[in-house]
């Protein structure tokens, strides 16, 4: 079956701009997650949704980072007046219900801010 | 405070078994012990989850001893296709649990 889908999958933006970042999880997922990987670092949580509710945005660095899951499937996460330390790759990761551990990622958006 | 603690990087030979050792000194009762692997420009796949003695999967072996406190990842007659990065993870219990990612142990496998 379908995995999880992220677009665009490479994204370049001037220094100011805002960007939006879209997410697919694996239908009937009710948990996803976002997360921002720099280069040689592990994954670092920004947010958890549970259907459409967002239950953990501590992770997110700025209040220039938001993120939403309107009908509890799709996701976006919405950068606003990027900065050259947002480049990084950011990754979407759905799971079932409570097993939050067992995770399925999507092949990340490479932002690059210039 | 990080959770976990492993090697950052190991070199293996084609063909050889490795065993990559994750500490979890304060593992909760209820925690799962949650391994994942990254290949360049991909995101990480969910590899094996075990929470005591020793799981094993098409993939992996997960060797969990009574206290908990470590785990040990074997890959058996690994590949250059092995080589990538390797997350140990702990958590996952009865509540909710942020994930935390460490910076896991880089695995090259050698010809």
């Known amino acids: 079956g379908a995995g999880v889908s992220q677009s665009p999958r490479y994204k370049v933006a001037k220094r100011g701009q805002d960007v939006a970042l879209r997410c697919d999880p694996i239908?009937?997922?009710?948990?996803l997650f976002w997360y921002q990987q720099a280069l040689g670092q592990g994954p670092e949580f920004l947010t958890y949704f549970q259907n459409e509710a967002q239950l953990d945005k501590s992770g997110l660095p700025s209040d220039r980072f938001f993120a939403e899951r309107p009908e509890g499937s799709v996701s976006t996460l919405k950068i606003q007046r990027t900065q050259q330390e947002d480049s990084a790759v950011y990754l979407c990761?759905?799971?079932?219900?409570?097993?939050?551990?067992?995770?399925?990622f999507g092949p990340g958006t490479r932002l690059t801010v210039t | 405070l990080a959770k976990t603690t492993q090697p950052i990087s190991m070199d293996s030979y084609e063909g050889q078994e490795v065993n990559i050792t994750c500490s979890h000194n304060?593992?909760?009762?209820?925690?799962?012990i949650t391994w994942y692997q990254q290949f360049p420009s991909q995101g990480p796949r969910f590899i094996i989850q075990?929470?005591?003695t020793k799981v094993t999967n098409e993939v992996a072996s997960l060797f969990i001893p009574a206290d908990r406190k470590s785990s040990t990842l074997s890959l058996p007659r690994v590949s250059l296709s092995d080589t990538a990065v390797y997350y140990c993870l702990v958590g996952g219990g009865t509540s909710y649990d942020k994930v935390i990612f460490g910076p896991g142990t880089s695995l090259s496998v050698i010809p």
């Open positions: 304060n593992i909760a009762t209820n925690d799962y």
């Open positions: 239908s009937g997922h009710v948990s």
């Open positions: 990761a759905s799971s079932l219900d409570r097993v939050i551990y067992e995770q399925y």
């Open positions: 075990g929470y005591k």
